[in-house]
């Protein structure tokens, strides 16, 4: 496990950007595996801005997302499909049919899964997998379980992860109450993983997700067997690390 802390967010953004724009300058083929919520939105910023720079092109690149919320409109302000749209997609040059997202009004919703999973296993596997962590260990929408499953999956969202994203919608009753999210099967099959966590308020799983016991209670802390991982943290999130 390679982990990194950083005094300066702008720092940390820079290195998550550069990593990923590495990655694609080296294999223009490569297969990236996107996160949403708050924490990669700076790192998106960079990766914006080397593009514009000609530092880099994704016409070749592929990319899955971790989720989506079940129900919600593809054009819902608060879907993962506009998110992306609004902090990646719409300012780089990634083909529209090379940007997956699991579809959350999939009439057959164990079908669109296992649609989503044969696709990233005919793409190659993931390269890159991009991930930030939930205060309660969640990874992806895989929530603390007694068991977690291998692929992607429909999943009914913890009351903690609804109210901790209920700051982006009008109303806790408006966040939706399950997603669909890829499994912790394969987000470990990523060649290689970046997991990304900010603020005081997650210093406490941060560790436990690091240094604690491997256990189902913290789905991040099954990342401590991946062979290939690396760990950008602020000073804050890093605070109970020795
Ligand atoms: O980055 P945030 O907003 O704290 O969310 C933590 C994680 O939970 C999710 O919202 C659920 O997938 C992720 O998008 C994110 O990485």
Request: hydrophobic content about 40%; proline content about 5%.
């Amino acid at each position: 496990m390679n982990v990194l802390v950083f005094d300066d967010n702008e720092k940390l953004n820079e290195a998550g950007a550069n990593i990923i724009v590495s990655l694609v300058q080296t294999n223009p083929r490569a297969v990236l595996g996107l996160a949403t919520g708050g924490t990669p939105v700076g790192i998106y910023e960079q990766v914006v801005r080397m593009y514009k720079q000609g530092l880099v092109s994704f016409r070749n690149a592929t990319s899955y997302n971790l989720d989506e919320y079940v129900g919600l409109p593809e054009d819902h302000p608060e879907s993962y499909h506009t998110y992306m749209r609004r902090h990646l997609f719409d300012h780089i040059d990634l083909p529209a049919d090379s940007a997956h997202l699991p579809n959350g009004n999939a009439t057959d919703p164990d079908a669109e899964c296992a649609a989503y999973d044969e696709m990233i296993e005919r793409s190659g596997q993931i390269d890159l997998q991009l991930l930030g962590i939930g205060h309660n260990g969640h990874i992806g929408f895989n929530e603390p379980d007694t068991d977690l499953v291998r692929g992607t999956h429909v999943v009914t969202l913890a009351e903690e992860t609804r109210k901790a994203n209920a700051r982006y919608f009008d109303a806790i009753d408006d966040v939706p109450k399950q997603a669909i999210t890829m499994g912790i099967g394969s987000i470990l099959k990523a060649k290689t993983i970046l997991l990304v966590v900010r603020g005081a308020d997650k210093a406490e799983i941060a560790k436990r997700a690091l240094t604690g016991p491997i256990t189902t209670d913290v789905p991040a802390s099954l990342l401590q067997t991946h062979p290939r991982l690396t760990v950008l943290l602020d000073r804050a999130a890093a605070r109970h690390l020795s």
